[in-house]
């Protein structure tokens, strides 16, 4: 199988967790739950897919093919779903901010 051209493979592995922090980051805090906040929740889940998107496909590109065909797709793996992570951790601090104030 040549995964050289499978940039989104990381996509596809990674779905099933994705989908558990998403939901753990939608859940808590339970209160307040307004139209607002979950705009900005959507709004925060979808900026952290796109980042993990594009941070795929720039990590594939990037990543030096002499390591190795698994190299690109490691690379990939790790990069995206830091950033993924980084998009959530970002909004969570912005929104208990944004949820204390008055």
Known sequence: ????????????????????????????????????????????LLVAIVAFVATLHWAHGYADRQYGAMWPQILATSAGYGVFLLVLVVAIFVRRAWLRRP
């Open 1 to 44: 199988m040549n995964l050289s051209g499978m940039p989104d493979l990381a996509l596809i592995l990674f779905a099933p967790w994705f989908v558990i922090l998403a939901v753990l980051y939608w859940v808590y805090p339970r209160q307040p739950r307004h139209a607002r906040r979950r705009a900005f929740d959507i709004a925060a």
